[in-house]
């Protein structure tokens, strides 16, 4: 298994308030991406990483914030929480070897409830 | 607008029979196609990827057909097995352009219940 850690696991927060989700990996991996897991949407790429302090928007960006100032930590920020971000959050990684397959690694996940 | 397409929600079939997963694309750039299997609680495993150039990549009981022409790919299980009772996610990625290069499109998923 790649060795990715996302925390929290489980996380309730109340609207407007401001969130902040980890994913770590010991994989030495350049990419690190978000996705967010919702019912009939599969996954959807929120943010995405290239290297440290590089990243940029992906296709549902609105309403969060991210950053990479270590190869290895890529945080997920969401700056006022609203009940539409409830969601499971998934981070994975890839590598250039990777990349030649296009596959992602993705870590355990984490599920967010915004009430 | 869905650049990648699951159709089937849910998908059963008895245990020692063939599971054919389905998926449909609209994008001619898309160089890779991966597939996904991703259980309750879990993240999603990598499964198998075939390249646009190939028609078919096997690895044991898996098999993935792409047929081009019709922007089509399956995913074939052979035998079907309890455990492999899970969601399985189409992935396609498209071809590198600038920072966006290696980014995966995701399908819906199908879920597939294998009955023993």
């Known amino acids: 298994d790649a060795g990715i850690t996302q925390s929290p696991r489980h996380k309730v927060t109340e609207t407007g308030t401001p969130v902040t989700l980890r994913c770590h990996q010991t994989?030495?991996?350049?990419?690190m991406y978000w996705y967010r897991q919702d019912p009939g949407h599969g996954l959807r790429l929120i943010h995405y990483?290239?290297?440290?302090?590089?990243?940029d928007k992906g296709e549902v960006s609105d309403g969060y914030s991210v950053s990479r100032s270590k190869t290895e930590d890529f945080l997920l920020t969401l700056e006022s929480a609203t009940s539409s971000q409830t969601s499971v959050y998934f981070c994975?990684?890839?590598?250039?070897?990777?990349?030649?397959?296009?596959?992602?690694?993705f870590g355990q996940g984490t599920r967010l409830t915004v009430v | 607008d869905q650049q990648v397409k699951q159709n089937s929600p849910s998908l059963s079939v008895q245990e020692g029979r063939i599971s054919i997963l389905n998926c449909d694309y609209t994008?001619?750039?898309?160089?890779?196609f991966l597939w996904y299997k991703k259980y309750p609680a879990e993240g999603p495993t990598f499964l198998i990827s075939i390249s646009s150039i190939k028609d078919k990549n096997e690895d044991g009981r898996f098999t993935v057909f792409l047929n081009k022409s019709a922007k089509h790919l399956s995913l074939h299980i052979v035998p079907s097995q309890p455990g492999d009772s899970a969601v399985y996610f189409c992935a396609a990625r498209k071809m590198n352009y600038g920072g966006s290069q290696g980014n995966l499109i995701f399908g819906k998923g199908t879920k597939l219940s294998v009955k023993p």
């Open positions: 994975a990684i890839s590598e250039v070897r990777d990349r030649g397959k296009g596959a992602h690694f």
């Open positions: 994989e030495n991996h350049r990419y």
């Open positions: 994008n001619s750039m898309f160089d890779y």
């Open positions: 990483s290239y290297g440290v302090k590089d990243t």
